[in-house]
């Protein structure tokens, strides 16, 4: 069993944490970003987490992975050019590993969890901390706020954000403040994620959402707020954004073998409707009409949908919406059903 996996089964159940006190002297932050092939969007991310409307000192630590592009230079210019900034080594380049490693290294009480294209608006850190003391929630965070920069990534952008695509978490389409299953990314007091274990290094995907759980389960609270905004990049093609999707179904499935009572509706539709429509197509071809009314009202529905929630996108985009949907859902129902037991050990 891997050494993260016993400390996390060895643990006593966490008690949760006394509120933070209001803000009066606001506390040292470190923000912490797990960083692979970042070069396109790791200066922008750096500069956003160090120009922060905040009183208080902050820190940026970069757990470097193996990259294959130019982004260990990048990392290394910016240590050089500000102290503020330091580097650890991740040589497996998986994030629960960097995440640790990276928390690991921090001086300060609050840990910002970022990633190496997360670009925060300037008020996030203070935002997070305020919510953080007046709820004495274990974990504060926000919307994943995804905006593309041409006609594909604008509608894999409009497609995320949309209950059709990613279900109803608030995380991504929005909602009102309130604890939560799960948020983006997370903002923590350090001694939160001491108690805790850190982050549970079997999970290469969905670790956030599984150390959210370990929070919930324990009688903690996570807590969603939409002042908090991190913009999001899309994948630039839909090869791309099936491997992404594929991942996440895999590694959702690993989370329900973990935690079978977590199991939801949100989380068996792209798979159930997988099956129904291989069944109905399946009945089609052996002569039974009826089987078609699977993939044809799937397919009214991924059409509807489009042209709903397309209004307003550059045309090319408004077209790519149907198969960036049907990417989305089976590719994340093809992961979920093969997802091997192997993968967290």
Known sequence: ????????????????????AAVGEWPAVSVVMPVLNEERHLASAVERALSQDYAGDIEVILALGPSRDGTDAIASRLAAEDPRVRLVTNPSGHTPTGLNAAVAATRHSIIVRLDGHALITGDYVRVAVSVLATTGADNVGGIMAAEGDD??????????????GVGSAAFHIGGTAGPADSVYLGVFPREVLERYGGYDERFERAQD??????????????????DLQVIYRPRSTLRALGRQYFHYGRWRRALVRQYPQTA?????????????????GGLALLGHPVGLLAPVGYGVLVLASAAWIGRGLPTRGWVQLPAIFLTMHGCWAMGFLTSPIRITG
């Open 1 to 20: 069993m891997p050494i993260a996996a016993a400390r996390l089964q060895a643990m006593p159940a966490p008690t949760p944490p006394e509120p933070l």
């Open 151 to 164: 006609a594909f990534s604008l509608a894999v952008a409009r497609a995320m954000r949309s209950p059709i």
């Open 209 to 226: 959402w599984e150390l959210n759980y370990r929070i919930r389960r324990s009688g903690g609270v996570v807590w969603f707020t939409p």
């Open 264 to 280: 939801s509706v949100r989380y068996l539709a792209a798979p159930c409707t997988l099956l129904g429509l291989a069944a109905g």
